[in-house]
């Protein structure tokens, strides 16, 4: 079994201080983030592709991006993706330190 630190707390740099958090809390918000960084993306994709075709234009390419990224599936595949990267991070980084 994987060494446990005795600390189950990390911090999180909020401007010019830190808090301290549960480790699970900052992952969790880590992986929000992340969603919401894919989501601004598509937002930017849809978006321009609306813009650019002959029918379309921003109110249409936004009410486009809402019922897409309104899916459950969508969402699940964004958090899933989101999960899956930090915590391959986190364990390349912990492989890093040995």
């Known amino acids: 079994m994987a060494d446990r630190s005795l600390s189950d707390r990390t911090m999180i740099s909020v401007g010019k201080s830190s808090i301290s958090v549960p480790r699970i ?3 969790l918000l880590e992986a929000t983030i992340a969603s919401g960084l894919t989501a601004l993306v598509s937002l930017v994709i849809i978006l321009v592709n609306s813009m650019l075709t002959a029918k379309g234009g921003f109110t249409q390419g936004f009410e486009t991006w809402s019922a897409f990224v309104r899916r459950p599936d969508i969402i699940a595949t964004m958090l ?4 899956v990267a930090i915590t391959y991070f986190n364990w390349q980084s912990r492989q890093d330190r040995r």
Do not use: F, G, P
């Open 25 to 27: 809390l900052k992952r």
């Open 80 to 83: 899933l993706t989101a999960i």
